[in-house]
């Protein structure tokens, strides 16, 4: 793990302004712990020479004082390390969602887009941690260490060599068996994923262990697993630990060696008792920093993931380049051509067409048919221009939409998904979705027209009904309907329908059936499906068949 | 501690002479610390004073034996912690499984069976922390702390009550403050949090549509505004977090100021020789070292009993069904099967999944079940192979109730082939040997091949030893499903219950698998799940069930 990722510090302010902050208070604790410990010899020192009570209750008080200014120096840390966390996360997850709906409408499922908004506001947990508690501990463990050399170099030379001794050996050492244990601890991180991913498939498969009597005998492999890894586990553990107990073998190795030669020479009286003592002192706060740091280490190591996979998130070139300035021709007299056009996934290896043709008149409504996976949604994908092709051109009246300005070119589609989405809200808000400014009446008439006005008004509150996440819940066939009294109200010339029927039962499927041939009429319909009675109403059938091979026929 | 923690120790159990050594490894680990700065102290002390180097030689040794005592202490106790940990999570995991095993599938399964079983695991996982953070560092800092305070009031007692307050504060009242101002600051943030949230996973995964809609730029300013509220309530609350540590400090240095004065006037007052001040003041300060993770350990204990509770909800429950006390054996050779007018209720108060149906399966029939997605379909099968009893009316076997037959027997007289059996994350030849676990690798074989299965697995490079992916997602839906039937013929029952097998299929591949299975099935009874007409021509008998009942659970 990087300490600091760079990306992060060039591209969010708030890291910058943190580094900065922490920078002074880390200065500041460094010169606290040099006052700290000289106070603290100095009250022991001239108690030990027989100094009243009387005389050291104002340095008693400073040395309380000290003690509390530590205090709310590390509670400055904490706070200026989670206000950059919640400053970092924010500008970071409001630019990839720009980017991402800008840039990629399409290619988020439900799965990641939980993951996105998971990491990018749960993650903040994680962040402030990284930059309340490990990025200081960084900054002490350069700093106290220096201000305390240092200092006890001015104090008392031969200790602050014996320090000097022992301090790179910590470091050293580390690297050592750090090395050493890197492969096997990431050996053990994998079992432990294994592990959890072994019981979790066997927990998901208990009912079907159960339906067929083998779920008594999953226990005992349970049990051996676990066992069989907690003593591969406590194998490795037995050198992981070695690098931290190297650490804690210097730290005491150095105070112990520091006290002996300290009490040796003042036992010769070449060193002052007060001196002698603020080195001891001192001694330990030399190593604490890094120990500390060593600890903070791996519970930090979330934080600064979360940062690292939104920073990835963010790299990811967009599926759609920003469109040109032209303002498109409307399909309601241009046709719409697909020219040769060839598309491939960034993420997955061969074309999922290539040079395919298509054509859209004004008016006609051609079905789009094929095997799953043939590219029929992706056909949809160009039309809308949310992905781009990988070559050839997607045209309106022989303009490239590239050249246009997209969100004018989609003011003349509706579009209705696979899986429509209905976001929270009431059942008009959903379906004015399609156009703001829908009257209360071209709502409802589009909702008639869907198939949908019936089932909306037996709802609770009818069309001011809340739906979507946390409202009442909808069935596919009644999402679909929503869906199509979006298009209705849209009123554009340009329609595209993806299975518009598919997963709905018989009864559903035929009310969103007869909706989808009132949409047609009038207008020009891209129709992905794989119903026959969908695709004998359209004027022509284009086959998609993987790669090259097109069929056309008239329907 | 409460009654949960109790229970949870009990679920997550490990022997107690593992955790009296973890907890003793530990606190030796800090009085080792508090001794060698004991030590150090006086030695340093002593030696001001300038007496024959031979009189140090015992302060020496000392020194010199807690430098090196600690790190080893140190290691051996992570260790044992550790060990402590991987235990605990064994037998939680064991014990919890156990537990689940014994419940009926239609209890594990409910609406959220995803999210249900996925908590399962991760609650066991955080179930490791419960000893390691969160039950041993009180324990440690317990021991740890009467340790020093003795050593203090062996010297000084009026010192070692000073010590023990401040040990108190820090240790008893700062962590609970600590997590009170924590919990309230998470308490501010909630809303905000989860609004946000819900707002990015709903523009992310319908963002599609927003685009194609026009409303993009809309949306993002929305989250925008959102994104500003919850960073204002977030800075706000961050003044909260790290409190603890700074109130920590605080009561520090109020105590070592504590000890030093009353260590002044005794020695003023001739009751305390002056080379055990600095013993006095190092102590006091090293003892805090104990305490230090107490805060943390609260939170870590109050999330694994979170964790622990919703486990210890999970498998309290009752099994809603189980053997009777005198079980019938099966009935020899063939034998009918039927649902007598029963009526399901899966929870008090819910409306029936099934109301007044009944259904006869003649040995070597076949029957089809039909009816729209949620009027019961499932629960059918679910009555069936007795994952839950009926609330009136009776499931029979030959004649006689199902309950007075053995769970075994009832799952071994019939085979089941859902649309939610479960594919192991294994090898192929594995998950199809799961219907009859003693079956050859020739009757394998032959299970592949009724299942038209073997050439296409004969094709695989690792051919049956294929791994087919976390649930099967490797394989593609069709091939999933004709997985399940092949397990399901292995099993050799004389009854097969397909439930939905061309769900999510494509007409053709849905027709293909059909035939293929009704080919397969021999004279077999079979009872067809279904709400396509795949398959319908091939049965003897159709069973229609009316209603919309709709309170099976699916997914």
């Known amino acids: 793990m990087r300490a600091l990722d760079p990306r992060l510090v060039r591209r969010a302010r708030p890291v910058r302004l943190l580094l900065g902050v922490d920078a002074a208070l880390g200065l500041a604790t460094a010169i606290l712990v040099l006052v700290q410990a000289t106070l603290l010899a100095s009250i022991v020192a001239r108690a030990f020479d027989g100094a009243a009570l009387g005389e050291l209750v104002g340095d008693l008080v400073a040395l309380a004082l000290v003690f509390a200014a530590r205090g709310i120096l590390g509670w400055g840390f904490e706070v200026a390390g989670a206000r950059a966390a919640s400053s970092v996360l924010s500008e970071l997850r409001l630019e990839l969602v720009a980017r991402r709906l800008r840039g990629q409408p399409l290619a988020l499922d439900g799965i990641e887009a939980a993951e996105i908004a998971?990491?990018?506001?749960?993650?903040?947990?994680?962040?402030?941690?990284?930059?309340?508690?490990?990025?200081?501990?960084?900054?002490?463990a350069c700093l106290v260490p220096l201000a305390v050399l240092g200092w006890v170099g001015a104090i008392d030379l031969t200790s602050a060599l014996v320090m000097m001794l022992t301090l790179p050996l910590v470091p050293v050492f580390m690297w050592l068996i750090g090395r050493y244990t890197e492969e096997r601890t990431l050996a053990r991180w994998q079992a432990l994923r294994l592990l959890s991913g072994h019981f979790l498939d066997v927990v998901r498969g208990l009912p079907t262990l159960q339906a067929f009597n083998r779920s008594r005998a999953q226990a005992g492999v349970l049990a051996d697993v676990g066992e069989r890894y907690r003593r591969a586990t406590m194998g490795t553990l037995r050198v992981g630990f070695l690098s931290g107990s190297v650490l804690e073998l210097a730290a005491t190795l150095g105070v112990a060696l520091v006290a002996v030669t300290v009490g040796v020479r003042l036992a010769g009286g070449s060193l002052a008792f007060q001196a002698g003592l603020t080195v001891l002192i001192l001694a330990p706060e030399l190593y604490l920093p890094l120990r500390q740091l060593a600890a903070q280490f791996h519970s930090s190591a979330d934080g600064l993931a979360v940062a690292e996979r939104m920073l990835e998130l963010l790299e990811a070139p967009p599926a759609v380049r920003p469109g040109g300035r032209l303002v498109p021709p409307s399909p309601r007299e241009a046709p719409v051509r697909l020219e040769a056009v060839s598309f491939a996934y960034p993420s997955r290896p061969g074309l999922v067409f290539d040079g395919l043709e298509l054509e859209l008149l004004p008016g006609e409504t051609v079905a789009l048919v094929g095997p799953s996976g043939a590219g029929k949604s992706t056909v949809a994908g160009l039309l809308l221009r949310f992905v781009e092709p990988s070559s050839g051109r997607v045209t309106a009246g022989g303009v490239d939409l590239a050249d246009c300005r997209a969100e004018l070119w989609r003011r003349q589609i509706a579009w209705v998904p696979q899986r429509p989405t209905v976001f929270r809200g009431t059942v008009a808000e959903n379906i004015r979705l399609g156009d703001e400014r829908a009257s209360d009446r071209a709502v409802r008439d589009a909702a008639v027209l869907a198939g949908a006005d019936r089932f909306v008004r037996?709802?609770?509150?009818?069309?001011?009904?809340?739906?979507?996440?946390?409202?009442?819940?909808?069935?596919?066939?009644?999402?679909?309907?929503?869906?199509?009294?979006?298009?209705?109200?849209?009123?554009?010339?340009?329609?595209?329908?993806?299975?518009?029927?598919?997963?709905?039962?018989?009864?559903?499927?035929?009310?969103?059936?007869?909706?989808?041939?009132?949409?047609?009429?009038?207008?020009?319909?891209?129709?992905?499906?794989?119903?026959?009675?969908?695709?004998?109403?359209?004027?022509?059938?284009?086959?998609?068949?993987?790669?090259?091979?097109?069929?056309?026929?008239?329907? | 501690?409460?009654?949960?923690?109790?229970?949870?120790?009990?679920?997550?159990?490990?022997?107690?002479?593992?955790?009296?050594?973890?907890?003793?490894?530990?606190?030796?680990?800090?009085?080792?610390?508090?001794?060698?700065?004991?030590?150090?102290?006086?030695?340093?002390?002593?030696?001001?004073?300038?007496?024959?180097?031979?009189?140090?030689?015992?302060?020496?040794?000392?020194?010199?034996?807690?430098?090196?005592?600690?790190?080893?202490?140190?290691?051996?106790?992570?260790?044992?912690?550790?060990?402590?940990?991987?235990?605990?999570?064994?037998?939680?995991?064991?014990?919890?499984?156990?537990?689940?095993?014994?419940?009926?599938?239609?209890?594990?399964?409910?609406?959220?069976?995803?999210?249900?079983?996925?908590?399962?695991?991760?609650?066991v996982d955080s179930?490791?922390?419960?000893?390691?953070?969160?039950?041993?560092?009180?324990?440690?800092?317990?021991?740890?702390?009467?340790?020093?305070?003795?050593?203090?009031?062996?010297?000084?007692?009026?010192?070692?009550?000073?010590?023990?307050?401040?040990?108190?504060?820090?240790?008893?009242?700062?962590?609970?403050?600590?997590?009170?101002?924590?919990?309230?600051?998470?308490?501010?943030?909630?809303?905000?949090?989860?609004?946000?949230?819900?707002?990015?996973?709903?523009?992310?995964?319908?963002?599609?549509?927003?685009?194609?809609?026009?409303?993009?730029?809309?949306?993002?300013?929305?989250?925008?505004?959102?994104?500003?509220?919850?960073?204002?309530?977030?800075?706000?609350?961050?003044?909260?977090?790290?409190?603890?540590?700074?109130?920590?400090?605080?009561?520090?240095?109020?105590?070592?100021?504590?000890?030093?004065?009353?260590?002044?006037?005794?020695?003023?007052?001739?009751?305390?020789?002056?080379?055990?001040?600095?013993?006095?003041?190092?102590?006091?300060?090293?003892?805090?070292?104990?305490?230090?993770?107490?805060?943390?350990?609260?939170?870590?204990?109050?999330?694994?009993?979170?964790?622990?509770?919703?486990?210890?909800?999970?498998?309290?429950?009752?099994?809603?069904?189980?053997?009777?006390?005198?079980?019938?054996?099966?009935?020899?050779?063939?034998?009918?099967?039927?649902?007598?007018?029963?009526?399901?209720?899966?929870?008090?108060?819910?409306?029936p999944a099934l109301d007044g149906v009944s259904l006869r399966l003649e040995p070597g029939r076949r029957v089809a079940l039909v009816g729209r997605?949620?009027?019961?379909?499932?629960?059918?099968?679910?009555?069936?192979?007795?994952?839950?009893?009926?609330?009136?009316?009776?499931?029979?076997?030959?004649?006689?109730?199902?309950?007075?037959?053995?769970?075994?027997?009832?799952?071994?007289?019939?085979?089941?082939?859902?649309?939610?059996?479960?594919?192991?994350?294994?090898?192929?030849?594995?998950?199809?040997?799961?219907?009859?676990?003693?079956?050859?690798?020739?009757?394998?074989?032959?299970?592949?091949?009724?299942?038209?299965?073997?050439?296409?697995?004969?094709?695989?490079?690792?051919?049956?030893?294929?791994?087919?992916?976390?649930?099967?997602?490797?394989?593609?839906?069709?091939?999933?499903?004709?997985?399940?039937?092949?397990?399901?013929?292995?099993?050799?029952?004389?009854?097969?219950?397909?439930?939905?097998?061309?769900?999510?299929?494509?007409?053709?591949?849905?027709?293909?698998?059909?035939?293929?299975?009704?080919?397969?099935?021999?004279?077999?009874?079979?009872?067809?799940?279904?709400?396509?007409?795949?398959g319908l021509e091939r049965v003897d008998d159709v069973v229609a069930l009316a209603g919309e009942a709709g309170s099976a659970p699916r997914d």
């Not at chain 2, 106790?77 to 939680?92: I, K, M, N, Q, Y």
């Not at chain 2, 700074?246 to 305390?272: K, Y």
């Not at chain 2, 013929?489 to 293909?512: K, W």
Request: proline content about 5%; charged content about 25%.
């Open chain 2, 373 to 534: 997605s949620g009027s019961g379909k499932t629960s059918a099968a679910n009555l069936l192979l007795r994952f839950v009893d009926p609330e009136k009316g009776r499931v029979t076997l030959g004649g006689r109730d199902l309950r007075e037959y053995r769970l075994e027997d009832v799952r071994r007289a019939i085979a089941l082939a859902g649309q939610d059996s479960h594919l192991f994350a294994t090898t192929i030849r594995e998950n199809v040997r799961l219907g009859r676990p003693d079956a050859t690798d020739g009757e394998i074989e032959d299970a592949l091949r009724r299942a038209r299965l073997l050439d296409w697995v004969r094709g695989l490079p690792d051919g049956w030893s294929t791994l087919v992916g976390e649930e099967g997602r490797e394989l593609s839906g069709g091939q999933r499903q004709r997985l399940v039937v092949a397990r399901a013929l292995l099993a050799n029952a004389p009854v097969l219950v397909l439930d939905e097998p061309t769900a999510h299929l494509d007409a053709a591949t849905a027709e293909r698998l059909i035939d293929d299975v009704f080919d397969a099935v021999g004279d077999r009874a079979v009872l067809l799940i279904t709400h396509r007409p795949e």
């Open chain 1, 458 to 555: 037996s709802l609770p509150a009818g069309y001011e009904t809340v739906v979507g996440d946390g409202g009442r819940p909808l069935s596919a066939g009644e999402r679909r309907r929503i869906a199509l009294a979006r298009a209705f109200v849209r009123e554009a010339p340009l329609v595209i329908l993806d299975e518009p029927t598919a997963d709905l039962d018989r009864t559903s499927a035929d009310v969103v059936a007869e909706a989808v041939e009132r949409l047609c009429a009038g207008r020009t319909v891209l129709l992905i499906a794989h119903r026959p009675e969908l695709v004998a109403r359209a004027d022509r059938v284009v086959t998609l068949a993987g790669e090259t091979a097109v069929r056309e026929e008239a329907a």
């Open chain 1, 118 to 140: 998971t990491a990018g506001v749960q993650g903040v947990d994680g962040l402030e941690a990284y930059f309340g508690r490990y990025l200081p501990q960084l900054v002490l």
């Open chain 2, 127 to 351: 179930l490791q922390n419960l000893h390691l953070r969160g039950l041993l560092p009180p324990v440690v800092a317990l021991v740890a702390g009467a340790g020093a305070v003795g050593v203090v009031a062996a010297i000084l007692p009026q010192a070692a009550l000073v010590l023990a307050a401040g040990l108190l504060i820090g240790g008893g009242v700062v962590p609970y403050a600590a997590a009170a101002l924590a919990r309230r600051s998470a308490a501010m943030q909630a809303p905000a949090r989860g609004a946000l949230s819900a707002g990015l996973v709903e523009s992310l995964a319908g963002g599609a549509e927003l685009a194609a809609y026009g409303r993009l730029e809309q949306t993002l300013e929305t989250i925008g505004a959102v994104d500003r509220r919850l960073v204002r309530v977030a800075r706000r609350a961050a003044l909260a977090d790290g409190a603890g540590e700074g109130l920590r400090l605080l009561v520090a240095g109020a105590t070592v100021a504590g000890v030093l004065a009353l260590a002044v006037s005794a020695h003023a007052a001739g009751g305390l020789d002056r080379v055990l001040i600095a013993l006095l003041a190092l102590v006091s300060v090293a003892a805090f070292e104990a305490v230090q993770p107490l805060p943390e350990a609260l939170r870590e204990l109050r999330a694994a009993v979170a964790a622990g509770e919703r486990l210890l909800e999970l498998t309290d429950r009752e099994p809603t069904v189980a053997d009777p006390a005198d079980p019938l054996p099966l009935p020899q050779g063939r034998f009918p099967l039927a649902l007598e007018d029963v009526r399901l209720r899966y929870a008090p108060g819910e409306r």
């Open chain 2, 1 to 123: 501690m409460t009654a949960a923690t109790r229970r949870l120790a009990l679920l997550a159990g490990v022997p107690r002479p593992r955790i009296a050594l973890a907890a003793l490894l530990g606190a030796l680990t800090v009085l080792f610390g508090v001794g060698l700065m004991a030590t150090a102290g006086f030695l340093i002390s002593r030696a001001a004073e300038q007496p024959s180097v031979l009189s140090l030689a015992v302060a020496i040794v000392g020194v010199r034996f807690f430098g090196l005592a600690r790190p080893i202490a140190r290691y051996l106790e992570r260790l044992a912690s550790h060990d402590v940990a991987l235990r605990s999570v064994g037998t939680a995991r064991a014990r919890v499984y156990e537990r689940l095993e014994r419940l009926s599938p239609a209890q594990l399964q409910g609406r959220r069976r995803g999210d249900l079983l996925a908590n399962v695991v991760a609650d």
